[in-house]
């Protein structure tokens, strides 16, 4: 991954986007770069930064080790921000809602959180998420890549 790539979070450039974050060279500006930082860490293998980002009151939830392996058995395929309200500056907590998409044992997955943030010395950490179902009619385009129907591909069983 280069400067001038593409951001591993789909933004148009990695050295405008996660990686200052990841290379410890600026805090994330908001909670949205927040989480699309910690969702590019995934990609570029970088477990402290998931560590160091999460809030210190759930920090020990996942040891470095841990979140190395997370890391490892997961491969994200896209991610979408569904609700970023951008906070205001004296704002101490804040929410981002998305749905990520991956690949595990060559499994397509999804999660859709919404996502807690703290506000501590002026930086954004991540607290902790709330699991949500995405409420997918039949009709609706799939949540995976795979071009078919919800009803046709991972909704057929619903
Ligand atoms: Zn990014
Ligand atoms: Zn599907």
Not at 8 to 20: D, L, N
Not at 48 to 74: F, G, M, P, W
Request: aromatic share 12%; proline share 7%.
């Amino acid at each position: 991954m280069t400067s001038e790539s593409t951001c591993p979070c789909g933004s148009p450039k990695y050295s405008e986007c996660c990686q200052p974050c990841l290379d410890g060279q600026a805090h994330a500006k908001s909670p949205e770069a927040l989480m699309r930082s910690r969702y590019s860490a995934y990609i570029e293998l970088r477990p402290q930064y998931l560590y160091d980002s999460r809030h210190s009151s759930t920090r020990n939830k996942r040891t470095v080790q841990e979140l190395e392996e997370n890391c490892k058995a997961i491969s994200f395929q896209s991610l979408t921000i569904l609700e970023a309200p951008l906070p205001e500056e004296d704002e101490k907590e804040a929410f981002v809602e998305f749905r990520a998409v991956f690949k595990k044992n060559e499994e397509w997955g999804y999660t859709q959180e919404k996502s807690r943030f703290f506000k501590e010395d002026g930086q954004w950490f991540f607290v902790d998420s709330q699991f949500n179902d995405p409420q997918l009619k039949p009709e609706d385009p799939c949540w995976c890549p795979e071009g078919q129907s919800f009803g046709q591909c991972h909704g057929r069983d619903k």
